[in-house]
C-alpha cells in the first residue's frame, strides 16, 4: 500500500508487540509510514475510508463483517466456507432482490455464467445447511430459472418455500 503521494510506502502491524514495532521501524529506516493497531477491530477505523462501502452489514440480527470475514445472527457465528461468506454477503447487500445466476456467478466466481447453474445451486444448498445450524429465521429463497434471494423472517413467523400438497380425504 502506498500513501496519498503514491511514493510513501505504509507498514501495516496488527497484533504486534512494542519490540516488534520497533525493529520494523528500525528496519524500514524512516522509508515508510507504520500503522500499529492491537487487532483488527482496532484497525478498522484507521482503514475505512467514508468513500468505500461500509465493511459492515447489518440487516435485523444477522451481521455480515466483510473486513473479519464473520457472519452472526443475533450474536451467534455462522460457520462457512469462503465462497459461501461472498454468497450470502451479496444477497444480503440487497435482502429482497432476486440475483440472477449471472449476478451471482461474475460476482462471487469472478467469471462469466455459462447456462450452467450447477455451481451456484451447490453453494446456495451448503450455505442453507450452515445457516440452518443457527436459524430458521434466514431463508434463502429459490427463484425458478433466474436465481436467488435472501429474506429474514420475523421471530415465530414460519414460511414454506414450496408447500406441500394436501392429501384428499378417501
Same mark, same amino acid.
Given at each position: ?23 520494523? *521501524? ?17 484497525? @478498522? ?54 440475483? *440472477? ?57 414460519? @414460511? ?11
Amino acid at each position: 500500500m502506498t500513501g496519498p503521494d503514491r511514493e510513501t510506502p505504509y507498514v501495516i502491524c496488527v497484533g504486534t508487540s512494542p519490540d516488534e514495532i520497533a525493529a520494523v *521501524t528500525r528496519a524500514v529506516g524512516g522509508k515508510a509510514v507504520i500503522i500499529a493497531a492491537q487487532d483488527a477491530m482496532a484497525l @478498522r477505523p484507521l482503514l475505512d475510508n467514508e468513500d468505500s462501502p461500509p465493511s459492515t452489514t447489518r440487516r435485523g440480527p444477522l451481521t455480515i463483517d466483510r473486513m473479519l470475514r464473520r457472519i452472526t445472527w443475533d450474536g451467534a457465528t455462522i460457520d462457512v466456507s469462503p465462497r459461501e461468506f461472498d454468497l450470502l454477503s451479496l444477497l444480503a447487500s440487497d435482502t429482497g432482490r432476486v440475483w *440472477t445466476f449471472q449476478e451471482i456467478t461474475a460476482t462471487v466466481w469472478k467469471m462469466p455464467f455459462l447456462g450452467d447453474a450447477d455451481m451456484v445451486l451447490s453453494a446456495v444448498k451448503r450455505l442453507r445447511r450452515r445457516v440452518l445450524v443457527v436459524t430458521t429465521e434466514l431463508r434463502i429463497l429459490s427463484v425458478r430459472g433466474i436465481g436467488f434471494r435472501l429474506t429474514l423472517l420475523a421471530a415465530g413467523e414460519t @414460511r414454506c418455500e414450496h408447500p406441500l400438497p394436501r392429501s384428499e380425504p378417501a
